[in-house]
């Protein structure tokens, strides 16, 4: 049986990603010109700072380095996150996407933006905004139902813990400015 060299790849970096606690995501080598460019994704249940994927990298470079995993000639190494707009295919990344709104292409055909409420073993449970007015209502889907998945941004979504905060302050501030009131009277 043959493997391909980013199936190669995965079994050498998976578990050194693995000791510094992220999960190897994706490894893509592509070429640029005459140049190689070797793509490691990396996450985790808590994200990857800056520090994490600086000293993953350093570690990655010199497994490379020590193998001929890379055959000769040379290659630049980048390693980063998923991104944004990430891809759902694992369940840990439906995980991970709890809270966040997701766009879904069902196996039935169809397409659903939902928000994800809770993930277990079979599937989701979703909230679907409401349209025109209406509330939001819950739905549960199937992991078969799913044909793909993908992390929507949002730019103007407030965090649930900020409006709480929010709001709480406008109180406090409204029953101060009362109380400012009622003294100058």
Do not use: C, W
């Not at 490691?40 to 570690?59: E, M, N, P, W, Y």
């Not at 079979?122 to 799913?146: H, N, S």
């Not at 103007?156 to 406090?172: F, G, M």
């Amino acid at each position: 049986m043959s493997t391909t060299q980013s199936e190669r790849l995965r079994e050498l970096l998976e578990p050194l990603v693995a000791s510094q606690g992220l999960d190897l995501e994706e490894i893509a080598v592509d070429s640029v010109g005459r140049k190689r460019v070797l793509r490691v994704v990396v996450d985790s249940d808590t994200g990857a700072d800056l520090d994490q994927i600086a000293d993953v990298s350093r570690a990655l470079s010199a497994k490379l380095d020590d193998t001929d995993a890379m055959g000769e000639g040379e290659y630049t190494l980048e390693v980063g996150t998923p991104g944004a707009e990430r891809a759902l295919t694992e369940h840990r990344h439906y995980v991970r996407a709890t809270g966040r709104l997701v766009r879904f292409q069902l196996a039935e055909g169809g397409e659903l933006v939902a928000r994800i409420l809770k993930a277990d073993d079979d599937g989701l449970d979703l909230e679907v905004p409401g349209v025109k007015g209406r509330k939001a209502t819950t739905r549960r889907v199937g992991f078969p139902d799913i044909e793909k998945a993908r992390v929507q941004v949002e730019f103007n979504r407030k965090d649930s813990a900020d409006a709480v905060h929010s709001a709480d302050s406008a109180d406090s501030a409204d029953s101060k400015n009362h109380d400012e009131k009622e003294e100058e009277a």
